[in-house]
């Protein structure tokens, strides 16, 4: 009975396991900013454990969880994968992963530790950013690979070397001194919740679900009425994830303005991590991505619904057109400012 429970709820466990592992670290952060084990176990790493062939190693394999590698990977998976449907998913997932540990640093503002650094970091520390979005990109390319991938060698293989390297990723970072073992560990908590979340509402996007056969025998039914009605809200729970999903992806392959606004977005995100431009600065772009973007997709709804309702030329038709497509670019002028604002000082 208890085996059984547990298989059928082990997602949830492990959800309510990390977000004790998780209350517990922001606790201790909250009542002293440096807790006396990560003190402990970081002077041990950086004093301790340090050699000039691990320094080189770590160094490079920071690297994999650092926004170059990650934005190259998520293009190169556009580009590659013959299922647009998994890089659409790859690369949404990972501005989703980076826009949020953004804002949770902002709520901690945990200061990172000083003294020991082998490389340059700024801004907060907890999360570990390298860490959390590691964790989130290369966790769900490995539930992709689980579902999708047959031969079950190169499945084992390919899960178990990213595996490998996320957890050398966070290692990492309190090797080479820019994390305590709190940011890394409360990183990895955030994500394997968030991975928990987010795979349950793409798994049938993605269509990675088995389908299921609903024996029915005579007047009984198998399945309770109650589970039945259940599934069929969180179905249109789901589809509501999915259809949004199909909406992003019909306007990303007709709309030439919105690839263009993506293109924009993935230049300013490299060239915020370049520049290293403030937490303030980050809000300011998010926000103005989230508003230009909407804006387009508003705007593609407004014209389809325009041609269905008034497929013949007409002045209330093209009033309406022309004033959706103001609002896009008033939006845009205003982001473009921004943006000179913040990057023309820094440049």
């Known amino acids: 009975m208890v085996k059984e429970i547990l298989q059928k709820n082990y997602k949830w466990i492990i959800v309510l396991l990390c977000s004790i592992i998780l209350l517990a670290i922001l606790q201790n952060i909250y009542r002293a900013e440096q807790i006396e084990w990560d003190i402990s176990v970081y002077k041990n790493i950086t004093m301790n454990m340090r050699t000039d062939f691990l320094t080189g190693f770590f160094k490079v394999i920071t690297v994999f969880g650092g926004a170059y590698v990650l934005i190259a990977i998520g293009i190169l ?36 530790p000083e003294g020991y650094r082998l490389i340059d970091e700024t801004g907060y520390s907890f999360p570990s950013g390298h860490s959390m979005v590691s964790m989130a990109f290369y966790g769900l390319i490995i539930y992709i690979i689980w579902k999708k991938v047959k031969n079950k060698n190169l499945k084992y293989a390919s899960c178990g070397i990213l595996g490998l390297l996320i957890l050398l990723i966070g290692f990492s970072r309190v090797y080479l001194g ?45 399945v309770n009425r109650n589970h ?30 919105l690839k ?31 508003l230009v973007i909407s804006l387009e997709l508003v705007n593609t709804a407004i014209e389809a619904t325009v041609d269905i309702a008034m497929p013949e030329r007409n002045p209330k038709a093209k009033l309406a057109k022309d004033v959706a497509a103001g609002a896009v670019l008033v939006s845009a002028i205003m982001a473009a400012v921004v943006g000179l604002i913040i990057f023309l000082p820094k440049i």
């Open 178 to 222: 820019v994390h305590y073992a709190s940011d890394v560990i409360g990183g990895f908590a955030i994500s394997l919740i968030y991975l928990i979340l987010i795979t349950n509402v793409i798994r049938s996007y993605l269509k990675l679900e088995k389908s299921k056969k609903i024996q029915i025998s005579g007047k009984r039914s198998m």
């Open 260 to 290: 263009i606004h993506f293109i924009i977005m993935v230049i300013v995100i490299i060239a915020g991590f370049v520049y290293k431009i403030s937490a303030t600065e980050w809000i300011a772009c998010i926000i103005l991505f989230g």
């Open 77 to 112: 998976s556009l580009i590659v994968l013959k299922d647009k449907k998994i890089g659409l998913c790859i690369n949404i997932n990972l501005i989703i992963s980076a826009v949020l540990n953004v804002i949770l640093k902002l709520f901690v503002q945990r200061p990172r």
């Open 228 to 257: 039945i009605k259940f599934n069929k809200k969180k179905k249109r729970f789901i589809n509501s994830f999915k259809y949004a999903g199909e909406g992003l992806k019909e306007a990303f392959q007709t709309e030439q303005n």
